[in-house]
Structure formats: structure tokens, C-alpha cells
């Protein structure tokens, strides 16, 4: 289980779950590969990661729904999809050196498609490739269940490079599918690793929870006031991809 949890794991929850709630995610990825960096069992950290993504992701989900931002049609359906996927990838069995190698390579990939150029031209005119986004969300939800995160942060970039609709609609969109399928994800965990090991990690992880929650707020309300938007995405990216490196050559 974790042990007590150092004050600096908590303080970069807080800073992580700023970073990503300023652009429209949960952290999950970020969470957990800080969390088997600190040497958490590999098999429980996804489920303390999910815990810490629904955390920074429902009050965001529930003020974008207030504020009609959801496009609920297409969000429901990418998210109906995904979720199920998500509940199977959950329940996989898996060894520590191919969940470290999976969680290094989604983390250098989110980097990536973080640092991708958005295009804001031409936003009421998607591109062809935007209606084929169903379809792409379930095998997304199958990879964030596998390794613990919502995976919202490999749709949206997909989303913004389709122009699928504007940045508003697919960070609201992004904030319902990471919510729904960290809850299918962590479903999923819950019956492969069972309630006893929730409860324990959990329990154990309740400052990095509540970390979680100040930084999720912080970054949904301040952040993108205090810094640029896109220097937030490269602090983000730059964090995310570190970690990723790091995780891919901890064998």
C-alpha cells in the first residue's frame, strides 16, 4: 500500500492536477506515473489515478453541462462507446514491465499530440475525417482502461485536429468522457483487484485526493487567467513528457 505520502507527491498532484484542469483534463496519466515513480504496487496506483481524475474532472463536467456546453449527441455517443471498453480494458491482467512500457509510451504520445498546432481557421467546417470519431473512442477507452486513465487527453487533440466542433464543445466533450470512463476504468479494477485493495489505497491516498481537488479547481477557475493558454499546454506537455521518459527506460 502507500505508505505516508510525502509532502512533494502531494505538491506535484497539486501543480499536476492545475496544469491539466487549466486545459480541459483530469491528469490521470501524469498521477499515475508519479505514483509508480514513488514506487506505489503498479497494480494499485491506476485505481488511486481514476480516483484522482473523477475528483478534477466532475465539478468541470457539471459546470460545463450548466453552461449548455456539451454537445450532448455526439458526447454521449464517443462516451457510450468508449465506456464499456474501458471496463474490459480495466479488467485485463497485466505485468509490470508491459504497464510500465504502456503508461510510458500513452504519457510521450500525449506530449505529442499536446505540442500538436491547433488550428482555429475554419471551425464550422469540419473535416471529413471528424464523423469517423466514434469510432476511434472505443479503442481509446480500451487503452485507458488498461493502464488507468480517463483518455480524454488522446481524444481531444483528435477532436481539435478534425475540428470536429470548437474548443469549448471538445473540452466539455473531453471532461465527460474522461469522467465516465475513469468510473467504467475504475469498475473495472475494482473487480480484478477487489474492494479490500481499493479501500486500502485509497484510504492511504486521501491527501493526494485532496490535493487533487484545490489544484482541479484552481486550474479550472485561475489558471488560464494567469498564464497564456499555450504556454499551459507546453508546461503540461513538457511535464508529461519527462515523466513518460522516465517511465520508458525504468527497466
Known amino acids: 500500500m502507500i505508505g505516508a505520502v510525502p509532502a ?12 491539466y484542469a487549466s486545459v480541459g483534463f483530469g491528469g490521470g496519466s501524469t498521477y499515475a506515473a508519479l505514483l509508480a515513480i514513488s514506487g506505489l504496487d503498479y497494480r494499485l496506483l491506476p485505481m488511486v ?3 484522482c481524475n473523477i475528483v478534477v474532472v466532475a465539478g468541470a463536467t457539471l459546470r460545463f453541462a450548466r453552461a449548455g456546453l456539451i454537445p450532448w449527441r455526439g458526447a454521449i455517443l464517443m462516451t457510450a462507446l468508449a465506456a464499456p471498453a474501458a471496463l474490459i480494458g480495466g479488467l485485463i491482467p497485466i505485468d ?15 506530449a505529442v499530440t499536446m505540442l ?9 467546417v ?15 477507452g480500451f487503452l ?7 483518455g480524454g487527453i488522446f481524444l481531444a487533440p483528435l477532436l481539435h485536429l478534425t475540428r470536429w466542433k470548437d474548443a469549448r464543445a471538445i473540452a466539455a466533450t473531453a471532461s465527460l468522457f474522461i469522467l465516465v470512463n475513469s468510473m467504467f476504468g475504475l469498475i473495472g479494477q475494482l473487480i480484478k483487484q477487489g474492494p479490500g485493495a481499493f479501500g486500502g489505497a485509497i484510504g492511504a491516498a486521501l491527501p493526494l485526493l485532496i490535493a487533487v481537488a484545490i489544484g482541479g479547481q484552481i486550474g479550472s477557475l485561475m489558471a488560464v487567467k494567469v498564464l497564456p493558454k499555450r504556454w499551459i499546454r507546453w508546461l503540461t506537455a513538457a511535464l508529461v513528457l519527462v515523466v513518460g521518459a522516465r517511465l520508458l527506460v525504468w527497466q
Open 126 to 140: 469540419p473535416s471529413p475525417l471528424a464523423r469517423y470519431m466514434p469510432i476511434i473512442a472505443a479503442p481509446l
Open 49 to 51: 489515478a481514476l480516483a
Open 116 to 124: 500538436t498546432p491547433i488550428s482555429e481557421g475554419n471551425i464550422d
Open 96 to 110: 509490470q514491465a508491459s504497464f510500465m512500457l504502456l503508461l510510458g509510451a500513452s504519457l510521450v504520445l500525449t
Open 144 to 150: 485507458a482502461g488498461v493502464v488507468g486513465i480517463g
Open 8 to 19: 512533494l507527491l502531494a505538491l506535484a498532484f497539486l501543480i499536476t492536477a492545475l496544469l
